[in-house]
């Protein structure tokens, strides 16, 4: 199985400022890799696939980048809408499926 | 409006049966892989299973196989999750989602991420 670890768990970020958001593969999964973004109550919503294509209708200031076992999930400048739980998730080993513990960001 | 709705969720018994719904629409169901994520309360994500097009291909994460399968109706743009000898731990919000392919150059073959997300259902276990 190959796991995925997200660091940090928390990240406390004023409004306006970068987030840089971390996950690591335990071995290498080229570039398939999905973010998802998680609001309380609310289903995921699919940010980047392909570790770094953006999904329909997601704003520029989110960006993806990495491939084999580093990635990272960039916020250039974060809106109060994007204070939500991050999650990063592994596809290369379809189908078999894994995901990150996840990253929640905070407001500061 | 491609959208999905579960159905389903419920309080049951340790050891009961449950099954699961999930009505697609807005898009062309028997075209796509689907996909079942659950989430337990206050916990991250985790895959539960897949299921292809025609239904032919089937799998599970290993917690739920032996108890848990799943199965489609493309007549009627359905998902379903039937989950039996339940246990307290599948205890979670029960997310369906479309899988859609990616095409990966390095090594020459497609693997899928999801797309698109139902709302979800709640299953409790406990007596």
């Known amino acids: 199985e190959i796991v995925m670890t997200q660091s940090p768990a928390t990240l406390s970020v004023s409004p306006g400022e970068r987030a840089t958001l971390s996950c690591r593969a335990s071995q290498s999964i080229s570039s398939s890799l999905a973010w998802y973004q998680q609001k309380p109550a609310q289903a995921p919503r699919l940010l980047i696939y392909?570790?770094?294509a953006r999904a329909t209708g997601i704003p520029a200031r989110f960006s993806g980048s990495g491939s084999g076992t580093e990635f990272t999930l960039t916020i250039s400048s974060l809106q109060s809408e994007d204070f939500a739980v991050y999650y990063c998730q592994q596809y290369n080993d379809w189908p078999l499926l894994t995901f990150g513990g996840g990253t929640k960001v905070e407001i500061k | 409006e491609v959208q999905l709705v579960e159905s389903g969720g419920t309080l049951v018994q340790p050891g009961g049966s449950l099954r699961l719904s999930c009505a697609a629409s807005g898009f062309t169901f028997s075209f796509y892989w689907m996909t079942w994520v659950r989430q337990a309360p206050g916990k991250g994500l985790e895959w539960v299973a897949n299921i292809k097009q025609d239904g032919s291909e089937k799998y599970f994460v290993d917690s739920v196989k032996g108890r848990f399968t799943v199965s489609r109706d493309s007549a009627k743009n359905s998902l379903y999750l039937q989950m039996n000898s339940l246990r307290a731990e599948d205890t979670a919000v029960y997310y369906c989602?479309?899988?859609?392919?990616?095409?990966?150059?390095?090594?020459?073959?497609?693997?899928?991420?999801?797309?698109?997300w139902g709302r979800g259902t709640t299953v409790t276990v406990a007596s």
């Open positions: 989602a479309r899988s859609v392919p990616d095409y990966d150059v390095l090594t020459a073959s497609y693997n899928y991420f999801m797309d698109v």
């Open positions: 392909g570790a770094s």
